[in-house]
């Protein structure tokens, strides 16, 4: 199994919020900064993306993939890659705890990201921390200052 990074943070809302953002793919040009563009292109019969294609913008990796996700109860979101142009893979997953009764949220994102050109596991786990790290923020920021519009 490859290896993933991991990390967590504590966001001042109740998970079903967080969640809300989460899964909320039409907003994430507005808030996640390397992804432009989104398109649901699948739902389940409770109205949650299957598959979502992402144009992603991040400066040197440009790329246009569709992601299967996969809902695990109110609390947890798993993706795997389905097709990409620059990435052999990319699997991650958000997790939820509540915490303090449920008032605020502990968010877990793990990732594992595989690019068709050849890369030191170093660097690419390097590169997994900052994807991670900017998305947590992003969120949190997004989360606690409410949608706007």
């Known amino acids: 199994m490859a290896e993933h990074t991991s990390s967590s943070i504590t966001i001042d809302a ?9 899964s909320d793919f039409a907003r994430y040009p507005e808030w996640t ?3 432009k563009q989104t398109e649901v292109l699948e739902k389940d019969d409770q109205g949650r993306a299957l598959q979502v294609r992402l144009v992603l913008d991040a400066g040197a990796i440009k790329d246009d ?7 695990t109860g109110d609390d947890k979101v798993s993706w795997t890659l ?3 142009q ?7 997953s958000y997790a939820l705890t509540p915490v303090a009764g449920g008032e605020r949220t502990e968010v877990t994102y793990q990732l594992t990201v595989d690019v068709k050109i050849p890369m030191l596991g170093m660097i690419k786990r390097k590169a997994e921390k900052v994807i991670i790290d900017r ?3 992003g969120l949190k920021k997004r989360v606690e200052s409410g949608p706007k519009g």
């Open 65 to 71: 993939h569709v992601l299967a996700y996969t809902w």
């Open 135 to 137: 998305a947590l923020a």
């Open 33 to 35: 900064g390397e992804v």
């Open 82 to 84: 389905v097709k990409s």
């Open 14 to 22: 109740a998970p079903a919020d967080v969640m809300g953002v989460i």
């Open 86 to 92: 620059m990435l052999r893979a990319l699997d991650g």
